[in-house]
């Protein structure tokens, strides 16, 4: 499938971290998602049930990474992609969460992942 549906710099305040300090404050992380989604059919009808709500699936990235708590961005990444692949139907996605100021010389640090088939 070649045609995605793009959600960019999603910034979500969230508990994340392994340290001691880090369970106790939020911090932001911004999320990029780029998932597999036939438009042609919401193309055609011009009717957003036949869409990908990008608006849910950004409300619901940012409910489940403020209720997870994970302590790293691997597991973030990897609990938010099962997720929105078993509750939007999305086929195959790519998935980018980033930590800004995690390390003081960097802008970011983060990870990336793809899963299911394109």
Same mark, same amino acid.
Not at 10 to 23: F, H, N, P, S
Not at 47 to 62: C, G, H, I, P, Q
Not at 69 to 77: H, V
């Given at each position: 499938?070649?045609?995605?549906?793009? &959600?960019?710099?999603?910034?979500?305040?969230?508990? &994340? @971290?392994?340290?001691?300090?880090?369970?106790?404050?939020?911090?932001? +992380? *911004?999320?990029?998602?780029?998932?597999g989604?036939d438009?042609?059919?919401?193309?055609?009808?011009?009717?957003?049930?036949?869409?990908?709500?990008?608006?849910? *699936?950004?409300?619901?990235?940012?409910?489940? +990474?403020?209720?997870?708590?994970?302590?790293?961005?691997?597991?973030?990444?990897?609990?938010?992609?099962?997720? &929105?692949?078993?509750?939007? @139907?999305?086929?195959?996605?790519?998935?980018?969460?980033?930590?800004? @100021?995690? *390390?003081?010389?960097?802008?970011?640090? @983060?990870?990336? &992942?793809?899963?299911?088939?394109?």
């Amino acid at each position: 499938m070649a045609d995605s549906v793009l &959600i960019e710099g999603l910034a979500v305040e969230a508990v &994340i @971290g392994v340290y001691d300090w880090e369970r106790d404050v939020t911090q932001r +992380l *911004v999320v990029d998602l780029e998932m597999g989604w036939d438009n042609r059919i919401p193309g055609a009808s011009d009717n957003v049930a036949d869409a990908l709500d990008y608006a849910t *699936v950004s409300e619901k990235v940012t409910r489940w +990474l403020q209720h997870a708590r994970p302590e790293l961005l691997e597991a973030a990444a990897e609990g938010l992609a099962a997720m &929105i692949q078993t509750d939007f @139907g999305v086929p195959w996605l790519k998935l980018t969460l980033r930590k800004p @100021g995690a *390390v003081p010389t960097a802008r970011a640090v @983060g990870v990336r &992942i793809e899963r299911g088939q394109q």
